[in-house]
């Protein structure tokens, strides 16, 4: 079936670090692919998506890339900040058989120190 | 704000007893999506209904069920409760479905103990 693997985490980084959350998936079909942030209780907020390969999705400083060859989607920001502190979940979606559910991978904690 | 609600925002209740989880979708989508987050299990979809009709099932244990109304606002039922049926439950909602990747828009969720 459908799968989403990602980095594990906790990710601890400083201001205005560079920050990558690798994430790989398995599927049939041709997926669309999400990052969603989930901040301290609070539910899940769509951060960007892709639907098609070469797509690249981005929002807020943060960017990904529906890469095909190489089945990934890494998530990547140039300097991230304090209230970036969340975590990220990057998850799929096939719409064959009549339904978008989406598979998640099990979520990187980022913690960003000032 | 996604535009989804969800009630109650927490809920603790005892071992073998049943409960209700109520969401209301974004004004226009169709499509209502639960998905439980636990520790050990994480961000799992257990159902999934499209305009008042079950559309998809996943790890939905027999005990729970749902269904969506004329109002297109769903509820989750939880019966004969388990200790290890403590977890966020989510709600999301989409326009419907569509090839292009409909997005799903969550809820705050409901927070469910059981003692």
């Known amino acids: 079936g459908n799968s989403v693997t990602q980095m594990e985490g906790p990710v601890t980084l400083s201001e205005e670090a560079f920050l990558t959350i690798n994430c790989t998936y398995t599927a049939t079909g041709y997926p669309s692919l999400f990052w969603y942030v989930q901040y301290p209780g609070e539910g899940l907020q769509l951060l960007l998506k892709a639907t098609k390969a070469d797509d690249k999705g981005s929002n807020k400083g943060f960017e990904a890339t529906y890469r095909k060859e190489t089945t990934s989607f890494h998530l990547e920001k140039g300097s991230v900040q304090v209230s970036d502190s969340a975590v990220y979940f990057c998850a799929l979606s096939d719409a064959g058989g009549g339904s978008e559910k989406l598979v998640f991978g099990k979520g990187t904690k980022l913690t960003v120190n000032p | 704000d996604s535009g989804v609600t969800q009630t109650p925002k927490h809920l603790i209740t005892a071992t073998g007893q049943r409960v209700t989880l109520r969401c209301s979708p974004r004004?226009?989508?169709?499509?209502v999506y639960w998905y439980q987050q636990s520790l050990d299990q994480g961000l799992q979809f257990l159902i999934q209904y499209y305009n008042g009709e079950e559309r998809a099932k996943g790890n939905i244990l027999e005990r729970f069920s749902a269904q969506q109304f004329p109002d297109l606002h769903s509820e989750l039922n939880l019966s004969s409760l388990e200790l290890g049926d403590s977890a966020l439950y989510f709600c999301?909602?989409?326009?419907?479905?569509?090839?292009?990747?409909?997005?799903?828009?969550f809820g705050p969720g409901t927070r469910l103990l059981v003692l």
């Open positions: 004004s226009g989508d169709l499509s």
């Open positions: 999301a909602s989409s326009v419907g479905v569509s090839k292009g990747g409909g997005t799903q828009y």
